[in-house]
């Protein structure tokens, strides 16, 4: 079993930066593929990245692509999600969550924290 606990969050202006950690517990953790999402008010949560259980191979959201990085330190159990040029649309609770493969798809996670929330201000 791995329990997640995501931090980092907070508010920022547009453009500013942002890198969220999300600590793991148990075993499997490097053996874990493991991906970000994110919820604004009143959407659905959506795939932001993911990556594998090495780091050896990433996978973003367009949204992200060029914004946002996803790495990982096993030796730390902890993942991270650096954001750049935050937008007002960034704006949501962002969720880690791990899997037994990297993926977008939200049900192929078996694992989630409790989210954080980011917040951006124009």
């Known amino acids: 079993q791995v329990q997640l606990v995501e931090s980092g969050g907070g508010e920022v202006q547009a453009g500013g930066s942002l890198r969220l950690s999300c600590a793991a517990s148990?075993?499997?953790?490097?053996?874990?593929?493991m991906g970000w999402f994110r919820q604004a008010p009143g959407k659905e949560r959506e795939f932001v990245a993911t990556?594998?259980?090495?780091?050896?191979?990433?996978g973003y959201a367009n949204s992200a692509k060029g914004r946002f990085t996803v790495s990982r330190d096993n030796a730390k159990n902890t993942v991270y999600l650096e954001m750049n040029s935050l937008k007002p649309e960034d704006t949501a609770v962002y969720y880690c969550?791990?899997?037994?493969?990297?993926?977008?798809?939200?049900?192929?996670?078996?694992?989630w924290g409790q989210g954080t929330q980011v917040t951006v201000s124009s």
């Open positions: 969550a791990a899997g037994p493969f990297p993926t977008e798809v939200i049900a192929s996670y078996n694992y």
């Open positions: 148990g075993r499997t953790f490097s053996r874990t593929a």
């Open positions: 990556i594998t259980w090495s780091g050896d191979s990433t």
